[in-house]
């Protein structure tokens, strides 16, 4: 029943990156001007300054913001916030409806060809526009991995993964939007934006298990 289910439910940090969108859509952010930092909206939204930035660098991966060292994150096109949030609400829609057709599907065994027909262009339509929001997620370089003391562009990250870096923590300290030429390190965490099954061929790749 819940193959699709979770289509419904969205993370906390895009839930946050959809409130800042439609703010900046509707001008309470204007085009130029910079967004309150990390810690200060991890306050004003209850949660941990991880959270914040994973909600800034969907953002950033979507050319509605850009983080510039030293000024903080600046508000680049409004336009584009509201093409963030037309995709994001007809993703929550055709997901919806996904949901009501299949829960249709276990109550009654027997439907005709025409809802059988629905369900399958829900299916497609929401797959489309899921690879629209790409996810942020992380991992860790760990001792034996393939990528240590070699660059962003020597492992050629996006063309083994299908994702992109966005940002190394190492030592507790970000280095946002990476030059290629930056050296891997055991221990550094890669923050990365991809599509939907790119977590599992980054976990493979940083591990020396990608096939």
Known sequence: ????????????????????ASKIAHNEYKQGTKLYG????????????????????????????????????IVLDA?????YIENFNQRRVLAQAQQEFTELLEKRRELDIAIENQIKKIMTFSSRLINILPKV?????????????????????????????????????EYLSPNSDMIIREGDILVYIGPEGSKEKVDAFVTGKLT
């Open 1 to 20: 029943m819940s193959q699709y289910k979770d289509l419904t439910e969205v993370a906390r940090y895009e839930q946050i990156a959809v409130d800042l």
């Open 38 to 73: 990390r810690s200060t909206l991890a306050g004003q939204y209850n949660v941990s300054p991880e959270t914040i930035r994973r909600a800034v660098a969907l953002l950033q991966s979507m050319n509605i913001v850009e983080v510039v060292a030293g000024r903080g994150i």
């Open 79 to 83: 336009e584009a916030a509201k093409q």
């Open 137 to 173: 997620d992380e991992v860790q370089i760990t001792k034996g991995s393939p990528l240590i003391n070699k660059s962003l562009k020597e492992v050629n990250f996006r063309f083994h993964t299908d994702a992109t870096v966005l940002a190394v923590e190492r030592s507790g300290e």
